[in-house]
């Protein structure tokens, strides 16, 4: 006969662990901060420049006050120290800096973005930080091609930044949409830009196909993010772009090729041979470009970059050492920049080349400084990316997919800033100093100190991706 207990083996019911709302918000907030850095310029065209400045240092405040509060731990011997040493080494240059004021405004806004990225990276997941990202993404693909067909549906002529009015005669540079979406020309998005579009829309790319890979949540609107990211780099046209794909890709398959290694030496001729396809391809396209470029309808003088080097190279003979001063960008009403580099009517803001413009505005000794921080993010988010994560005897846990995404971006940077110089701000800069930042916090996927506060307080019940 049958005897009902009153001491049942199995724990009664209860609900699934929750994650508080305060964490929620918290997530949220850091998806608008990195919509923030992600759309740039964007906030500028739409709402003007000092609108724009006041925003990013209210959220600035707003992530100083949660980091107070919520005190997430910080191993402090592991920072970033040579991306901090390289932004207080711009912050000195103000002393000897032909442009002070320039100086002091465009540092406020590194250092306000550096703080960012710390932020960020300290207090959530990898896994949090890696859903964050891809959803502020999503945040501005889709602004930007809401804003291109409201301007082609609703407004029916190319607009100017805050929809003011375009007078006659401008060049179509400065236009903030050109009205292109319906007609097949290149398109620009929120920013203004098919170049930073397009850019937006390759980290994007990545991003959302690594996730899909780790069998994310909703796994099948990764899909439709790919596509739509597609889009807008395929309509932004912009050569640098598909060249930084192509990096990412190359990167991707000789990362998935190490992993396939089972003996220490047996990478060293892999290591060898991509060094060699690596110099091989380098030195093709430097002295193929003319065939290159104009296959990707593009002028073999990088549309114009090598008279610009050129210009800026002259200047950094006279000041070699600690350059002129920091100031990126550059900003057009001063009188040493006003004027100076001319295209398309426009006072040129950049020295199209990363490497050229820290040359350029901190000499040698700031080319040394971002050079050791880039390498040293590549260097770690390379072995994040190849190695198996171990942190004991065993040696036989599987990679995590997840890994993949700081290393893809290191290449996308890279090769953007052979032709550009966004990777010194806004997003470009917060995702090194971030990646680095959280790599060397938590250089394991769900392991370190972050990692394991999170997971007690959420009850370690949530499902992980891979």
């Not at 091609?145 to 002529?157: A, C, K, T």
Request: hydrophobic share 55%; net charge positive.
């Amino acid at each position: 006969m049958a005897v009902h207990t009153k001491h049942p083996v199995s724990a009664p019911p209860a609900a699934p662990a929750r994650e508080k709302t305060g964490h929620l918000l918290l997530r949220a907030w850091c998806i608008f901060v990195l919509t923030l850095a992600i759309a740039g310029v964007s906030w500028a065209n739409a709402f003007g420049a000092v609108i724009a400045a006041g925003i990013t240092v209210a959220a600035a405040a707003v992530s100083v006050a949660l980091w107070i509060v919520i005190r997430p731990p910080v191993q402090w011997r592991r920072f970033p120290w040579y991306a901090l040493v390289y932004v207080a080494f711009a912050a000195v240059s103000v002393l000897w800096s032909v442009w002070p004021l320039a100086t002091v405004l465009t540092w406020s806004l590194l250092a306000l973005t550096t703080l960012q990225a710390l932020f960020v990276g300290g207090v959530l997941t990898w896994h949090e930080l890696i859903r964050a990202v891809s959803s502020a993404l999503q945040w501005v693909l889709s602004l930007s091609l809401l804003f291109e067909l409201f301007v082609s549906v609703v407004v029916q002529h190319p607009v100017m930044p805050q929809f003011a009015e375009a007078p006659d005669g401008v060049d179509p540079i400065v236009y903030w949409s050109r009205d292109n979406l319906f007609d097949g020309g290149r398109i620009q998005g929120v920013f203004g830009n098919a170049n930073l579009l397009a850019m937006v829309a390759v980290l994007a790319i990545v991003v959302f196909a690594v996730r899909y890979a780790a069998q994310s949540p909703r796994r099948p609107w990764q899909l439709f993010w790919i596509a739509l990211a597609a889009y807008l780099l395929v309509r932004a046209g912009s050569a640098t772009a598909y060249l930084a794909l192509a990096g990412a890709v190359l990167v991707l398959a000789t990362v998935l090729l190490m992993r396939t290694t089972k003996r220490p030496g047996e990478r060293t001729k892999y290591y060898v041979a991509y060094a060699a396809v690596g110099l091989g391809g380098a030195l093709a396209l430097w002295f193929g470009r003319d065939a290159i470029f104009a296959a990707l309808g593009r002028d073999s003088d990088l549309t114009g970059r090598e008279m610009i080097w050129d210009a800026v190279l002259a200047r950094v003979a006279e000041r070699p050492w600690a350059g002129w001063g920091y100031s990126t960008p550059w900003l057009p009403w001063e009188a040493r920049i006003d004027g100076w580099i001319v295209d398309h009517d426009q006072t040129v803001m950049q020295a199209h080349s990363m490497w050229v413009d820290v040359l350029f505005q901190l000499g040698i000794i700031g080319l040394v400084l971002v050079a050791l921080a880039y390498f040293a993010f590549v260097w770690r988010s390379w072995f994040f990316a190849v190695d198996r994560p171990r942190w004991d005897l065993r040696d036989d846990r599987p990679y995590t997919t997840l890994s993949l995404v700081p290393t893809l971006t290191g290449a996308i940077l890279l090769v953007q800033g052979f032709s550009e110089s966004n990777p010194l701000m806004l997003w470009g800069w917060m995702f090194v100093v971030m990646f680095a930042y959280k790599i060397k916090q938590s250089p394991h996927v769900g392991e370190g100190p972050i990692e394991l506060r999170l997971a007690i307080e959420r009850g370690d019940l949530m499902k992980q991706e891979p």
